[in-house]
């Protein structure tokens, strides 16, 4: 089992938005009309997060990084040339896509009448009725297909932050080495160089341990302490036990 921890903001939005992007593309291959209507209301979420105006700078910014790093390696001879141009390519791709878009991040949505009421509705239990939005139950009732169509397009506008953040996440954990490290009595702690700026911890651990880790760090130390949930499964206590796992840190 797979944990993450992010060591600044800017990466914690970068891992919201990734497992938001995931979920919306798992519910647009389903076809059930609940499956549909989550899907929309991941939108909104994502529409949400990426109303930050500073966001499309930041991965911009990220995008332009890794281009001027992997550019150094150009005159490298233990370098794959043709691969490095495939990834230089690539974040040229994401950066002019991400950079032509105008305006806010989901306007489009947010113009579209029946997407406009069913957002504003969604904080009212059962505020979706089919005697609230009409307009929306009949949608709900097209074939899957053209439902399935019409997220695609809605979701169209989001592809270009989607693919960037996949693929600036994708180069980070490939930064990271693999390392197995014990915990003694159900703690572990480690010194990080404070010459090295690390931004993404990935922890895996065996699920037959039933053990679940509490993750702490900054720039110079990180902390796992382990944890055992209760017979009933509503609390986590404690554990004293001797366990080892995969620890990755990513630059």
């Known amino acids: ?143 899957v297909a053209q439902r399935q169509d019409d997220l695609r397009r809605w979701g169209q506008c989001l592809k270009p932050l989607a693919d960037a953040i996949f693929l600036l996440l994708g180069m980070l954990r490939d930064t990271g080495t693999p390392q197995r490290v014990a915990a003694s009595r159900g703690y572990f702690q480690q010194s990080l160089p404070p010459s090295k700026a690390y931004q993404l911890l990935r922890l895996r651990i065996d699920p037959a341990l039933n053990l679940v880790p509490e993750i702490s760090g900054n720039r110079l130390m990180v902390t796992v302490r382990l944890l055992r949930p209760s017979a009933d499964g509503c609390s986590l206590q404690s554990c004293t036990d001797n366990a080892d796992f995969e620890l990755t840190l990513c630059a």
């Open 1 to 143: 089992m797979l944990y993450e921890y992010p060591f600044n903001e800017r990466l914690r939005t970068y891992l919201r938005l990734e497992q938001l992007f995931q979920r919306l593309l798992e519910l647009i291959t389903r076809e059930a009309k609940l499956d549909h209507h989550f899907a929309l209301v991941t939108m909104f979420e994502l529409i949400e997060v990426a109303a930050r105006t500073d966001l499309k700078s930041d991965v911009l910014r990220d995008v332009e990084r890794q281009k001027n790093l992997l550019d150094g390696l150009r005159s490298n001879p233990d370098i794959d040339q043709d691969v490095l141009q495939n990834i230089m390519d690539q974040l040229d791709q994401r950066y002019a896509s991400l950079q032509s878009q105008a305006g806010r991040m989901g306007q489009s949505l947010q113009d579209n009448e029946m997407l406009s009421a069913l957002r504003s509705r969604l904080d009212i239990p059962g505020g979706t009725n089919c005697f609230d939005l009409p307009g929306y139950h009949r949608w709900q009732h097209l074939p």
